[in-house]
């Protein structure tokens, strides 16, 4: 699986946006970038994915460069319940059902007041 | 309603005893995951069931056996309990479009004394 490099741990205020950056800079035609995060004592939840294109959902907006190399996912407000681990990985969509997620470390990040 | 439970939530046992947690889903997904989390907090794939087969099988101790007696159960038996088999596992589900979100329970708490 190709890999992935986030910042360790990053800090935002409330109700400011957060850029998470994430370099994948070995990435193949076939990976998709999916962007998870765990909250404390809780399981990993889905958050965003994409290809090429930015996308936008309900949680965040996910911002592609045009060589595929490097993503940043965009919380546009953070508030202290976005307080988690959040993990960008890559998914390569041509093993079919045996594709499968592989966590890194992920940046967990602190919302404060 | 919880769309992927796992029980129990906590599970404290001694070395050398057999062990089980179970999974269930209600999201009518086909294709279900155990993961492990240690105490650094890396998550790792343990196995992949689709349609009640097994697809993806990590390097995992023959200690470890993956029970699916339906779609939405995937169950995990552990053998002869190890120190090093503290950790949280996380069952996940998801659907058979290739690229379509994993959903994950809350963990189970596993330790071994």
């Known amino acids: 699986d190709a890999k992935t490099t986030q910042p360790n741990s990053m800090e935002s205020n409330e109700e400011e946006p957060v850029h998470l950056p994430c370099n994948h800079s070995t990435i193949s035609g076939t990976d998709y970038i999916h962007w998870y995060r765990q909250l404390p004592s809780q399981g990993p939840e889905y958050v965003i994915h994409g290809l090429t294109s930015n996308v936008n959902n309900r949680m965040a907006s996910l911002a592609i460069a045009e060589d595929r190399k490097s993503s940043t996912l965009i919380l546009h407000r953070a508030t202290l319940r976005d307080a988690a681990v959040y993990y960008c990985?890559?998914?390569?969509?041509?093993?079919?059902?045996?594709?499968?997620?592989?966590f890194g470390t992920g940046t967990r990040l602190q919302v404060t007041l | 309603d919880t769309a992927v439970s796992q029980t129990p939530k906590y599970l404290v046992t001694q070395m050398g005893n057999d062990k089980s947690i179970k999974c269930e889903q209600n999201?009518?997904?086909?294709?279900m995951y155990w993961y492990k989390q240690d105490s650094k907090k890396f998550l790792k794939i343990m196995f992949s069931y689709n349609n009640k087969e097994l697809i993806i099988n990590e390097t995992v101790p023959n200690r470890f056996s993956p029970k699916s007696p339906d779609k939405a159960h995937l169950n995990l038996h552990i053998n002869s309990l190890e120190l090093g088999d503290s950790a949280v596992y996380f069952c996940?589900?998801?659907?058979?479009?290739?690229?379509?979100?994993?959903?994950f329970g809350n963990g189970t708490r596993l330790t071994v004394t």
């Open positions: 999201l009518g997904h086909d294709t």
């Open positions: 996940a589900s998801k659907d058979s479009s290739y690229n379509s979100p994993l959903h």
């Open positions: 990985i890559l998914r390569d969509v041509s093993t079919g059902t045996a594709s499968k997620l592989t």
